[in-house]
């Protein structure tokens, strides 16, 4: 990309989307689009095509999505589907059809199998089954990658995937019950610190082993890629199904439990911490395999510890993001 080059960030008042804004503004890109929900509805086709007619951006981050953790993915199974699917596949197609010279699409590492292998690698997509409180977001998420793989073979497009782990970081959704693990624990012991609560209840056992990755840190590999890789075969063959897909992690990893206790000790909270084994652990375990990242010369900058802290700033001093 060039500095001056026509970039739409879509998503960019989400946590991935506003962390891609800060590191293209960083890195001195000075021609970003952006557009609000209220402005375009990327679930509306007729809006999505009007957009792209107009604007024809050379770049497109598509970090937008619907998004939330267990309980709001098991109560909304269809709209997960249907806003996903809807949303990326209007974005994608418009993109193709107005000449984007490369898209770069925001997915999941929850699009990989429930017992896929450890440390997951971008090839066991789609080679057993998925976990299931999370299929409806999983399935629209492989659509859109696969889209894209489509599109980059039957018309030689340069449209390419990045499948990142769990993240958490400036503008994180704290809602107690469509947040994910990371922000509802920050959430949970603040609360509890504050009203000088005994004991916090969590759920599950503490076993499931779980990797966390800073998004600004997300969002330095996105730009590198956009920049740096490419969907296409480079030697005349054809490609591997996910050839156009970068798992995106720090390649370490840490209990359900461990995470508890570093968040309650950042915030100070000294209670009691008891597990609700009646609730749902989730996949058992999701490590990516970031070797392919390596490779490419790219490495995370963030820490756990240093990232919780950093997160924690953002909730106490972002009073929209703590009352969501």
Known sequence: ME??????????????????MRE??????????????KELDLCRQDQVEAFFEAEKPEYVFLAAAKVGGIVAN???LADFMYDNMILEMNVIHSAWKNGCKKLEFLGSSCIYPRMAPQPMPESCLLTSELEKTNEAYALAKISGLKYCEYLNRQYATDYISVMPTNLYGPNDNYHPEHSHVLPALIRRFHEAKTAGLPEVTCWG????????????????????LMNNYSGRST???ETPDYMATV???TGKELTIRQLTETVARIIGYNGRINWDTSRPNGTPRKLLDVS???RLGWTYRTELEDGIRLAYQDFLTNPMRAER
């Open 24 to 37: 293209l503004q960083r890195q001195g890109y000075t021609n970003i689009i952006t557009r609000t929900h």
């Open 3 to 20: 500095k001056t080059s026509k970039i739409y960030v879509a998503g960019h008042r989400g946590m991935v989307g506003s962390a891609i």
């Open 74 to 76: 098991q109560s909304a």
């Open 292 to 294: 392919k990242a390596a």
């Open 235 to 237: 030697n005349g063959q």
């Open 205 to 224: 056992d503490g076993t499931p082993l779980r990797e966390f990755l800073y998004v600004d840190d997300l969002a330095n590999l996105c730009v590198f």
């Open 247 to 249: 798992n995106a992690g």
